[in-house]
């Protein structure tokens, strides 16, 4: 491959909304690969201005999970460089700027159309089969109505202005040339009520002014291109060479989902996966080295890499690959290497200060620890459906249970004792179950076992990832039919909308 005439400057930048994505990673090494191929730099930028939803703990896993697998940045929130500041809402000011330069010439404009019209109108367009896209109310506002609603402290939002006909062309280092209609594309919010830009603003005005020579993302974002094309025009900036990976797939063929599969990085820690494994199978999705081999480490990859060599169709994350792969890397350690790997994983002073508040009490012998703790220090015991019977909730009810628990658990936005056992009691009253009868399901699901140390610091204990792969297994178990999920979903849907109000 040969290399760019300019310096290459490739970043990563996850949004700290949640676990940190085994996709952020699969994007991350292949930029990480690609920057250090042509001697170049790795940036790692935070897209932290969803307020509601971005926290610092996701931050501080993301950049820890990034960490443990090997994948150093050389500019970041958390090491600064050249370009800070690397966290989107400490760049209010920049965004600001900008967007008021697209104002002013005219390549942007205020909209003070309310939600409720907003709502009406996507419905109206619905309704006529029509693809649901702001319908130029606020585009042409004379400038003397403007000023003096924004004078009044009207609330309002920055759109961008889009071609009403033409076609947007692109070349993908991927995918070749790439058209799509303008007709397509929305008047993009740039800049929220709160003073927030969008994504679609933040990005292109960090990767300019960051030097960014490559954007590499996932193919989710190609429909994108044409709104970002458009702010480069406006801008006067030359836009980056894109390349739109292809995104990781369930054996189903559908996107990786944490709904159907285990999509946090620190799951794959937690059971025992080895960084190294883990980074070189996200190095054979939807690539192979040139000799063919499949054990490789990341030094290797931006060796060889050539996006030439990658596969546009989607790969499957397989995890009895993964587990093969890894057990490859456990061969190979000395038994000096391999105990040192168990003492990291699971006997460091961290884990055991975890476990041993909730074994002391109950043991009279050492002897006693094994049979206690082997759910949360191994695998949990494989279950059979018939195990869900004899409890005092029926099969549906043990369904229903376990389902919208699940699905309660995804949506927690922390980790804690009180927390879950919070979550677990609305979900009980939701469903009209007595709490007691309620947790013998989720007991059997979480450790095997009818009866367990106490369930609600064993899930603290096994982390979000494992609890809630292990909900979803006992589902399988106990089996749903299609039918029935779709009334799971529409019965959930109820009960969030009286947690909300």
């Not at 820890?64 to 940045?73: A, I, N, P, Q």
Request: proline share 5%.
């Amino acid at each position: 491959m040969s290399t760019p005439l300019t310096p290459v400057r490739t970043r990563i930048a996850p949004s700290p909304t949640g676990d940190p994505h085994v996709g952020t990673a699969y994007i991350a090494l292949f930029n990480w690969a690609f920057a250090r191929h042509h001697g170049g730099q790795f940036i790692l930028r935070l897209e932290d201005t969803d307020q509601s939803r971005s926290t610092e703990s996701s931050e501080r896993l993301i950049l820890e999970s990034l960490r443990w697998l090997g994948l150093d940045w050389d500019e970041g929130p958390d090491c600064g460089g050249a370009h800070a500041p690397y966290r989107q809402s400490d760049r209010l000011a920049v965004y600001r700027t900008h967007v008021d330069q697209l104002v002013a010439d005219g390549h942007a404009f205020p909209c003070f159309c309310t939600a409720e019209r907003l709502d009406a109108m996507r419905a109206e367009q619905r309704a006529r089969g029509e693809t649901t896209r702001y319908d130029g109310h606020c585009l042409d506002l004379p400038a003397s109505e403007v000023r003096a609603r924004i004078e009044a402290n009207e609330s309002h939002v920055i759109r961008m202005r889009v071609p009403e006909q033409g076609v947007c062309r692109f070349n993908d280092l991927l995918r070749g040339d790439i058209e799509i209609p303008y007709s397509q594309i929305d008047m993009q919010v740039l800049l929220k009520a709160d003073g927030f830009p969008t994504y679609h603003l933040a990005v292109v005005v960090d990767d300019h002014l960051m030097g960014i020579s490559h954007v590499m993302r996932g193919e989710e974002w190609i429909n994108s291109v044409p709104k970002h094309a458009l702010l480069y025009q406006y801008f006067g900036w030359d836009m980056p060479l894109h390349a739109h990976l292809p995104l990781l797939r369930n054996q189903d063929q559908s996107k990786l989902s944490k709904r159907k599969n285990p999509t946090s990085i620190n799951y794959y820690r937690d059971i025992g996966i080895l960084p190294e494994a883990l980074v070189n199978y996200l190095g054979l999705m939807g690539w192979s080295m040139p000799d063919e081999r499949e054990i490789f480490s990341p030094l290797e990859l931006a060796e060889a890499i050539d996006l030439q060599r990658i596969s546009l169709g989607g790969p499957i994350f397989d995890l009895e690959k993964l587990s093969w792969l890894n057990g490859q890397y456990l061969r190979a350690l000395t038994p000096d290497q391999f105990a040192d790997r168990l003492k990291q994983w699971m006997l460091n002073d961290t884990r055991l200060g975890a476990l041993i508040p909730l074994v002391q009490e109950r043991t009279e012998k050492l002897a006693d620890l094994a049979p206690q703790v082997s759910y949360l220090l191994g695998e949990r015991a494989p279950l059979a459906s018939e195990a869900f019977d004899g409890f005092k909730v029926d099969r549906e009810q043990c369904v229903l249970i376990l389902d919208h628990t699940l699905r309660a658990f995804d949506a927690l936005p922390s980790w804690e004792r009180q927390a879950l056992f919070d979550c677990c009691q609305a979900v009980a009253a939701y469903l009209d179950i007595k709490f007691r009868d309620y947790m013998q399901p989720l007991f059997l699901a979480v450790s095997g076992k009818q009866v367990s140390l106490p369930l609600f610091d064993s899930m603290v204990f096994l982390g979000s990832d494992v609890t809630r792969m292990r909900l979803r297994d006992a589902l399988g178990v106990i089996g749903v039919s299609k039918k029935m999920a779709k009334r799971l979903e529409k019965n959930y849907a109820a009960f969030s909308v009286t947690q909300a109000t």
